[in-house]
């Protein structure tokens, strides 16, 4: 099992919405579970709980996968973290999985 950390300027819902966008694009996961501020995604490549919560001008997001921080949905679910904002305004890279990346 392993985890993942982000601090991110979108809120929780931004973050979540993102996540429902971007997980089963990318990496065929569907959601099984949510809440305001988590949900908990399940298919092929394995399962990843996904937790978001606001602490000031920051939201935590955290990200605990039930495979090996090799495995293919480990790296992908890392690349999705790295796109989150860190400040408003930020600029950041192409979204997981597209080309040039």
Request: proline share 7%.
């Amino acid at each position: 099992m392993a985890g993942y950390q982000r601090k991110t300027a979108l809120g929780p819902r931004e973050v979540l919405a993102r996540a429902e966008t971007h997980l089963p694009r990318y990496i065929g996961l569907m959601r099984s579970k949510h809440s305001l501020h988590g949900a908990t995604y399940i298919g092929k490549e394995g399962t990843v709980v996904l937790t978001a919560h606001r602490h000031g001008p920051f939201t935590d997001v955290t990200a605990l996968t039930d495979r090996l921080r090799t495995s293919r949905m480990d790296y992908e679910i890392q690349r999705f973290l790295n796109v989150l904002p860190y400040e408003h305004g930020e600029a950041v890279g192409p979204e997981p999985g597209d080309p040039g990346r």
